[in-house]
């Protein structure tokens, strides 16, 4: 009956480490998304599954950004060798079925991740 | 160039004042969505319009799909409705989950 969760909330790193952001999307949802809100900015699509294939990777900043998803439950986002302008908060959002259209999309907390 | 564009960008009012958001885009859509951002970070749907006027408590969307456009309006203003409003609607081409945002509009109600 929990909402989205995420973690960590908050992640500091150094620049040129990798990092891995989970996402937890409310159970029975089959649609899981990622999006990145840089300060200031609006939000940006990166990426999302249906179960587990992800039709659409065209949002990803660049081949430093991955993500998977283990069936219709925890995905992971992964940054490798980050960079000052991946600091970001990194939501993501479940829903029923993918489709903005028709079915409601339940955000989570978001990770504040910050590159020094 | 943001295909989706708020005005205004921020918005300071009074407890009780009627407020009023916009959002203009560029592009045909299925269907609109307004989103509220508190300012922990958490983010709720209010609004999913693809024609006319929906009502939620003191919250109304408006959209007028020929002009491409869409008013949030809130009624009796509260400070609890401090946050950011968020305006969204889908990429051209058809894909309906793949969403374009408006950089928002930071609303603060004083009491």
């Known amino acids: 009956g929990a909402g989205v969760s995420q973690s960590p909330s908050n992640k500091v790193t150094e620049k040129g480490k990798d990092v891995e952001l989970r996402c937890d999307p409310i159970?029975?949802?089959?649609?899981l998304y990622w999006y990145r809100q840089r300060l200031g900015q609006g939000l940006e699509f990166l990426i999302y599954?249906?179960?587990?294939?992800?039709?659409?990777k065209s949002g990803l900043p660049s081949d430093r950004f991955s993500a998977e998803r283990t069936g219709e439950s925890v995905s992971t986002l992964t940054i490798q060798r980050t960079q000052q302008e991946d600091s970001a908060v990194y939501l993501c959002?479940?829903?029923?079925?993918?489709?903005?259209?028709?079915?409601?999309?339940?955000f989570g907390p978001g990770t504040r991740l910050t590159v020094t | 160039k943001n295909e989706v564009e708020q005005s205004p960008q921020n918005l300071t009012a009074q407890e009780g004042e009627f407020i009023t958001i916009n959002c203009s885009y560029s592009?045909?859509?299925?269907?609109l969505h307004w989103l509220q951002q508190h300012p922990g970070g958490g983010i709720v749907s209010l609004f999913m319009l693809s024609s006319g006027k929906k009502k939620h408590g003191r919250l109304i969307a408006t959209i007028n799909i020929q002009e491409k456009h869409s008013s949030l309006h809130i009624t009796a203003s509260h400070p609890r409705d401090s946050a950011v409003y968020i305006c969204?609607?889908?990429?051209?081409?058809?894909?309906?989950?793949?969403?374009?945002f408006g950089k928002g509009t930071l609303l603060t109600v004083n009491p």
């Open positions: 592009v045909g859509i299925s269907a």
């Open positions: 599954f249906q179960g587990n294939s992800a039709p659409d």
């Open positions: 969204a609607v889908p990429l051209s081409g058809g894909s309906n989950y793949k969403l374009t």
């Open positions: 159970s029975g949802h089959t649609a």
């Open positions: 959002a479940s829903s029923l079925l993918a489709g903005w259209g028709v079915y409601e999309q339940y």
